[in-house]
């Protein structure tokens, strides 16, 4: 079955940006995926196909003093917290992958919190 509406587009965008946007081990991918209910940050090595680093709101650390794990709060938690594991990684820099959502909302909050926290996009 295939996607319809909005998850079209986002599908259709993100297939887009995937063509450009690869990580390799020297510059690992942050991508970025968000629901309604919560956001989830994981850097990850294409070509050997492997996830380096996840973090999610579910994640007990990000989890802590949260109403809400949709929402900005929870993006800067999770961008924070990526950061310093993919710091404890050796991970300095990364290549953004936005998953086909806009810059803008969660999605910037995150990976603004990630950079100032330490990673270089």
């Given at each position: 079955?295939?996607?319809?509406?909005?998850?079209e587009?986002?599908?259709?965008?993100?297939?887009r940006?995937?063509?450009?946007?690869?990580?390799?081990?020297?510059?690992?991918?942050?991508?970025?995926y968000?629901?309604?209910r919560?956001?989830y940050?994981?850097?990850?090595d294409d070509?050997?196909?492997?996830?380096?680093?996840?973090v999610?709101s579910l994640s007990?650390?990000?989890?802590?003093?949260?109403?809400?794990?949709?929402?900005?709060?929870?993006?800067?938690?999770?961008g924070?917290?990526v950061?310093?594991?993919?710091?404890?990684?050796?991970?300095?820099?990364?290549?953004?992958d936005?998953?086909?959502?806009?810059?803008?909302?969660?999605?910037?909050?995150?990976?603004?919190?990630?950079?100032?926290?330490?990673?270089?996009f």
């Amino acid at each position: 079955m295939r996607p319809t509406g909005k998850d079209e587009k986002r599908s259709l965008r993100h297939n887009r940006l995937r063509a450009r946007v690869e990580g390799t081990a020297g510059r690992p991918r942050l991508a970025v995926y968000r629901s309604l209910r919560h956001v989830y940050a994981q850097i990850i090595d294409d070509s050997a196909g492997r996830t380096l680093v996840f973090v999610s709101s579910l994640s007990k650390e990000v989890r802590e003093g949260l109403l809400h794990g949709g929402n900005k709060a929870a993006a800067e938690k999770v961008g924070q917290v990526v950061a310093r594991k993919a710091a404890d990684a050796g991970i300095k820099q990364v290549c953004f992958d936005r998953g086909g959502f806009k810059y803008h909302g969660v999605v910037a909050v995150l990976a603004e919190a990630a950079r100032k926290a330490g990673l270089e996009f």
